[in-house]
């Protein structure tokens, strides 16, 4: 990768960070193969089409593809750099175990086609060592490569960490401007692993070593899940007290060493409710604050849920409008979603009472089959339900004036409207 020589890259993982990734490092000139399991996720992108919603992604895929610079396969060739970031998770267990299975699955793939002086990175949100173990797997399937730290010389491959920080609907920009931690087994994979990402990072990029750049991650989000549990334990406590908690925050939050974030009906997406468990499940004696945040936040989720119940048992003949069932406003994730809980819970028990308004689904997901519930859009919610639960606030939910919301109960998780205690 010296001079002005592109590498051949390939990225394995075409999803919600792989195919963004995979687009910005062609769109610098980096030839990039993309390899997903799924046969339509391919057809897709080679047809310069996308198949995840995210802000001006598609037009950047059309381009990249129609440059010759981004296709998509299923089966791995050889490369300069290999990039993974495929999903990493819990296992079927019940206890929120890491399942790494994948990022082993897709170490071994790019086992088959290493050759000396190739580089990998590991993207994929991993408990702490994982870099390492997947430097073992490929260890043990290529006797003929020297891994690095594995011997007093450098290694005849360079293998680094570094996690992306980005928020869905500007994934793209992020992606480019965010600053990144790069954790190398060595030094030297680091500085490998700078070099590769200065060619399309406009952020810093740090390096350190791989181990605390895997903590790195899991801090991140579990700092943001530790804030939110206060938000949302002090939304349980003043539903308790009979306090409006928007009032309280917004007052607490004049004092100039304050910040109390919004509360919600829970915690969602694949990093915030997930990526806490994995420093649990490292230290499980330790990790105490950490769990309680995790278990607060899911313990809001059925607060909810048990508040929504009794507004819609007190008024047996109305319809119920659910707004909402991402994880966040404006996107179309439903990944680990509160909302999405709550509203398929109501649903199963109160069946055709109730409507979902979701601007970002096509359909409703496959937990809505057989309960009676129905997607509509928003108009005809208010014009037809006498009962609304906010559970994401939408830039569309967040408009309707109080004319149209005259007359019906309301429970908004989301404090969207001002005029709701």
């Not at 963004?20 to 062609?26: D, F, Q, R, Y």
């Not at 819990?90 to 890491?98: I, Q, R, V």
């Not at 990998?120 to 949100?125: A, C, D, F, K, M």
Request: hydrophobic share 45%; charged share 25%.
């Amino acid at each position: 990768m010296r001079g002005d020589i592109k590498p051949d890259v390939c990225v394995i993982g075409l999803g919600y960070i792989g195919l963004p990734t995979a687009a910005i490092i062609a769109r610098a000139g980096c030839p990039v193969l993309g390899i997903d399991i799924s046969q339509g996720v391919v057809d897709t992108i080679n047809r310069g089409e996308i198949h995840i919603e995210e802000v001006d992604l598609d037009g950047l895929v059309q381009a990249v593809v129609q440059r010759g610079l981004l296709r998509a396969s299923t089966d791995i060739c050889a490369a300069d750099v290999f990039v993974i970031a495929v999903p990493t998770p819990f296992a079927k267990d019940g206890n929120h175990t890491p399942d790494t299975s994948f990022v082993m699955a897709a170490a071994e793939m790019v086992a088959g086609v290493l050759k000396k002086g190739d580089t990998i990175i590991l993207e994929s949100t991993s408990p702490v060592g994982t870099t390492e173990q997947m430097r073992d797997r490929i260890a043990d399937m290529r006797p003929d490569l020297v891994m690095p730290g594995t011997c007093d010389g450098q290694g005849d491959v360079s293998i680094a960490y570094c996690p992306e920080r980005v928020l869905p609907g500007h994934i793209l920009e992020e992606l480019t401007h965010n600053d990144r931690s790069i954790g190398g087994i060595t030094p030297r994979c680091a500085r490998k692993a700078l070099a590769f990402y200065k060619r399309f990072v406009k952020g810093e990029c740090v390096t350190t070593d791989v181990r605390s750049a895997e903590m790195t991650k899991l801090v991140e989000n579990s700092f943001r899940d530790v804030n939110i549990a206060f938000a949302n334990e002090l939304s349980m406590i003043a539903d308790r007290q009979g306090l409006d908690v928007w009032e309280v925050i917004r007052l607490a939050n004049r004092h100039p060493r304050v910040n109390i974030l919004t509360p919600g009906p829970g915690v969602g997406g694949h990093c915030i409710a997930v990526d806490p468990w994995f420093i649990v499940h490292g230290a499980p004696e330790e990790a105490r604050i950490i769990r309680q945040a995790r278990e607060t936040n899911d313990a809001k989720m059925h607060h909810v849920l048990a508040r929504a119940k009794a507004l819609i048992g007190a008024s047996p003949d109305a319809k119920v409008a659910c707004l909402g069932l991402a994880f966040k406003a404006n996107i179309d994730d439903f990944r680990e979603s509160p909302a999405r809980y709550v509203a398929a819970s109501l649903a199963r028990e109160f069946g055709s009472r109730v409507q979902v308004v979701e601007p970002y689904a096509g359909e409703l997901p496959a937990e809505f089959s057989g309960t009676g519930a129905e997607l509509v859009d928003i108009d005809t919610a208010l014009e037809e339900s006498g009962i609304i639960v906010v559970l994401v606030d939408h830039d569309i939910f967040k408009v309707i004036p109080p004319e149209e919301r005259a007359g019906k109960a309301v429970y908004d998780t989301r404090g969207i409207w001002p005029d709701v205690a």
